[in-house]
């Protein structure tokens, strides 16, 4: 299923954490909210990158 979820594009900038929505812009600062898939970084993921270096290492 296609999903327009999108998420603030300087969240980083301007929230603690992403600020998702379903518009094309930051519900909470006015900005631009770009696509949000595939995600950039998710904050639920704390082990996204262990997982990802051990992918990298096993590639090589
Ligand atoms: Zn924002």
């Known amino acids: 299923m296609h999903s327009d979820?999108?998420?603030c594009a300087s969240w980083?900038?301007?929230h603690d954490r992403p600020v998702y929505t379903l518009t094309t812009s930051c519900p909470e600062c006015g900005?631009?909210?770009v696509n949000s898939a595939?995600?950039?970084y998710d904050p639920t993921d704390r082990y996204g990158e262990y997982r990802r270096a051990l992918k990298r290492r096993?590639?090589?």
Do not use: I
Request: glycine share 6%.
């Open 5 to 7: 979820l999108r998420v």
């Open 12 to 14: 980083s900038e301007h």
């Open 31 to 33: 900005g631009d909210a």
């Open 38 to 40: 595939p995600a950039p």
């Open 58 to 60: 096993a590639q090589e």
